[in-house]
């Protein structure tokens, strides 16, 4: 069996890094790519690293276009997936990799989105408690947040064990890639290169609820999330340093066991041997989750540092893990766990 | 009147950066360069930015080479300034860019760096309260470290004020000068372009004690910090999120006017305008901290970030506005408030 | 006496370079800054390194504004200059960063830019035969494009000693902020980095009748230039290698003669010593030019490497350095022979 | 069919690429792993992109770990291939990664390398005329130099068409990566980000015979190279930028032309669309080598554009393809056609 798969948006970056991964999937034939204002284009002229599509012209987002195939990717701008997944029916399985229906709350999307709350898609993170098994056969996913695949994934096993109090403290650095193509003066390559910076500081970053929603869920009890994103020099990449209290008897040996225990049997999450740190250099490309524990016995706190690639798993890797999870493919099928270095 | 002033360890980059701010210091005569593996070198092959000095040739690093200056700057491997120092006696001030003077608890001191303490130098951060005072005609001066000037800026007015709790969670960025200039594997162009990576997580990173003790001196009180540097894709500068839950009736307005008050009369410390945020890129080679705060209501913590150019204001630059200090120069003389952009 | 200088075009990055520099200026006093559609925004939230000058408001570029003042800089786009000069008249010296009056062919400015010729100003390349004379009390002037600055300085002394054959190639790597400030997709950090691209290739960029008119100038002969231009993942400097063939008769001995008698009294054209090799790092900054001169017998050419900042020498410090000579100033006041690193 | 491979020299840069391709080619099991110094640690320590390989543990490089294999790697420092190689036996395929068998020349070997000359082995670029028919069957393989497949690739179609002169000049800027491993000082971070620089200017770099040779060849006249080598601050990638005089009676269309018919039907060579210009960064990862032609009439000189990953088609990507050649496997298999981006 063949999968048609669509993509709406492909000329940005998220769309880029769907088809990039789809071009090695041995299951998915690549249908109709479609674009706004790139609509009427060459992909080749756009994403010049995709070659065998180059000569692929982009139509425009319309459903006529993006109907008749068996999945369609959804890259578009916040706002926009509804109304396109409406008209494609049930026969299509649509895969958003935008924010659209990603929380469950609806005051928490309105308050930080500030449009009315479309829904809730099942989740696309299957390494969460529970999630894979809502993806089983979905019709429908929703594709976490980059920020919050790389920090739920971080402390979900501590909170699910009950080792750490509710209250987590996130601070993450992205490549600029998350940051989308669009041009503004902030996100030349002039004012990023050997600069840090932040934003959305102080809890107003979207992905904060979106966090508080998976480590409240893996806690059982609500959990407050302090977080802080920082544009980092280089184009890809998440190293999320999320830390918590400790609750009384928790140690490194306890703090290992749980991590092991949770992840022994993901392909895409690695717990690193001790004495090894995660580096977003070494998941370059790669649909990898890097992580590392250490017990802060001074300070009484977890930390954890996971890493990611923020197109590959933490966007259109994810995508795919839950396309084949949604149509029953083997999950790994056309995701790299193996990077590109240096 | 002008100052005589050496640099021992004049071809790394604390050293070449001391050199870089002395060049533009009125009040400043540029005596003796030595290095330890460099010596016999012209400068010019070792540190081709400092073109005035090109055609100087490097000692080695002798006290008999030192003496007879009014200031010797040491930029020395952890453990050799003190036999350097003794030998230098009380005329000449020594400014020690190295950690060895900065910590008074001398069992912090061997747990971190398992040596015998050598002492306890006042401590060259003229904005932490009681500092600045300390040092005028001070003989002595231990430059404090890159991270600990960061985040002791950021978090000093706000324990002195008794805003925050005594637990404190800081995350830095780094840029790779602040790894020096040895060649290491791990710091090559090609390991850290692209790649954000952490080290010494959980507490083990040497700064640590400095700041606990800074931020314990301000508090009034012991502080805890769980401190995760990290190493980011650029040359140099300092990125600091610093963070704490807020004591009950903290709110916004009040924490901004602490911080307006604390730092209204400070040259080189510079809170930014609401709405703005510090970026490494605005200080690049400027004595500048800059400085924003953010009360998270929900999280209720109080974020405090801070950015610095780690070899100026964070080494050198601190270096030179503590010699200004001790040789009753003007606090501000060769150090630039203005940096480089972009 | 001290000097009162406008700029216009202040939230540009030539702009901002030119009130770094003239920040440092001891004869200079910053008058009024403009800018276009940045109007009336404090200059602290568009160029955060100049502190200094952070409240400044700036003003709509308007002769009455600028008006009035010893020197007026412009960093404008192209084509803006010639009317803006008309009405401040003789009384004021006007420093022009942009192109409109470098050329001296009227039709190579028509066939390169296509628009009226607006004349021709003295060249604010004070290094080339005879062109510091030509700026001694001049009342305009025309600085010189970075890439030219570069390539005139590499190969001027050679063709003006007749060492080399009248066809010059050139491939030069600049930083992004030659691009300038405006926000283009393929100038975007992600783009940028980790990346190496031409423009402009096969004699189409606008540089290149610039680069001929001068090496034809110092040649006393038409001379040919194919010029590609790079754009390199940095946010400064540019990297020019120049070669032609050599005439019978040159060594390599005769053309370093050449090159140290050329540049001997030159405070800011630095020739390095035999087997050190310029770099942009090493100039970041300053208003150094970095040259170095090799003869590869077996290809029967002179190579030429010049390393300059793009933004100060290839911009804005040549714009000082000028209009130091045209008031009759020390010809290095307020110039940095220095550069940072790393 | 599975072929079974060794690679000695796993730890460094080459290595690393060839078992990230490795690990995607359909008809290859990877065996033997061997390392020098590193010899010993787990791949997973050194080589941390490389997840399904993260527990092998890296043997001491000896023909008795490699021999038993269908093909060895080798990605040796110069002058180690020949022992290996004559230990192994014609039986096992042997593909250098290093420069030992490339030249024909023995004097250009003892001049450029000073040793003696190892011997010549089929030259592993097929895309060059008559090369792929020499690989078929072969059982060893000499892979070029990075440099040299980038200009080779650029100027042979305008030398075997007689359109250009037999004197060419490249320059061109290289990532970090091809410098490799060994911790240089001058290859820091620190000293790299933010800075062009070249090296081995004037004839002296050890690729410049081996550009001489293959465009000799597809000349069938004696053409002499002029080449300049930069370091670019990025990992990864190759722009080289190789022009030579136009033959009378050349002109755009009949230059195009001739680069269209050579490479119409290579599946790694990919002449852009006339407009589109090629980008270090649309190839990285990939096995594709961009190209651009410009006709410079006013300079009378052809500009060919060429843009490859360095580790890629510029050392093992080349070296897989040449192993599928000699194996008889399709060309293109376990080679990627598209880059990761951005």
Redesign the interface.
């Known amino acids: 069996m063949t999968v048609r798969a669509a993509v709406a948006g492909a000329s940005g970056?998220a769309g880029?890094e769907v088809l990039?991964l789809l071009?090695?999937h041995p299951g998915v034939e690549i249908g109709a790519l479609t674009a706004g204002s790139n609509a009427g284009q060459?992909l080749?002229?756009l994403?010049?690293?995709?070659?065998?599509l180059a000569d692929r012209v982009l139509a425009a987002t319309t459903a006529e276009v993006l109907a008749g195939h068996d999945v369609v990717f959804l890259a578009l701008p916040h706002g926009q997936s509804a109304a396109v997944a409406e008209q494609l029916g049930d026969g299509v399985l649509v895969v958003d990799m935008g924010a659209d229906f990603r929380l469950a709350d609806a005051a928490d999307w309105e308050r930080f989105y500030g449009s009315p709350h479309a829904g809730t898609w099942p989740y696309g993170l299957p390494e969460l408690p529970g999630a894979r098994a809502g993806l089983a056969g979905a019709r429908r996913v929703a594709v976490p947040g980059c920020y919050p695949t790389a920090v739920s994934l971080a402390l979900a096993p501590a909170y699910a064990a009950r080792l750490a109090e509710p209250?987590a403290?996130v601070?993450a650095?992205s490549?600029?890639?998350g940051?989308g193509?669009?041009?503004?003066?902030h996100?030349?390559?002039?004012?990023?290169?050997?600069?840090?910076?932040?934003?959305g500081?102080?809890?107003l970053h979207r992905h904060?609820p979106e966090m508080i929603q998976n480590l409240s869920a893996a806690a059982g009890e609500r959990v407050?999330?302090?977080f802080?994103p920082?544009l980092?020099?280089?184009?890809?990449?998440i190293?999320a340093?999320s830390?918590a209290?400790a609750r009384p008897g928790v140690d490194a040996e306890r703090l290992r066991e749980v991590y092991e225990k949770a992840y022994a049997d993901e392909p895409f999450v690695?717990l690193?041997?001790e004495g090894?740190?995660?580096?977003?250099?070494?998941?370059?490309?790669?649909n990898?989750a890097?992580l590392?524990v250490?017990?802060?016995?001074?300070?009484?706190?977890i930390?954890v540092?996971s890493?990611i690639d923020n197109l590959t798993k933490g966007t259109a890797g994810g995508a795919v893990q839950s396309m084949n999870l949604a149509l029953g493919l083997p999950e790994t099928s056309g995701l790299?766990?193996?990077?590109?270095?240096?």
């Open positions: 970056y880029g990039r071009l090695q060459r080749g002229a994403q010049p690293h995709l070659l065998p209250e403290v601070v650095a490549g600029t890639s940051a193509k669009a041009a503004k003066p996100l030349l390559g002039s004012e990023v290169m050997g600069s840090m910076s932040p934003y500081v102080g809890g904060t407050t999330v302090s802080t920082t980092a020099p280089m184009p890809r990449g190293l340093t830390s209290k690695h690193l041997p090894q740190w995660p580096a977003t250099g070494a998941v370059h490309g790669s990898t890097q590392q250490a017990y802060d016995e001074a300070a009484g706190r930390v540092i890493a790299p766990a193996t990077g590109i270095a240096p």
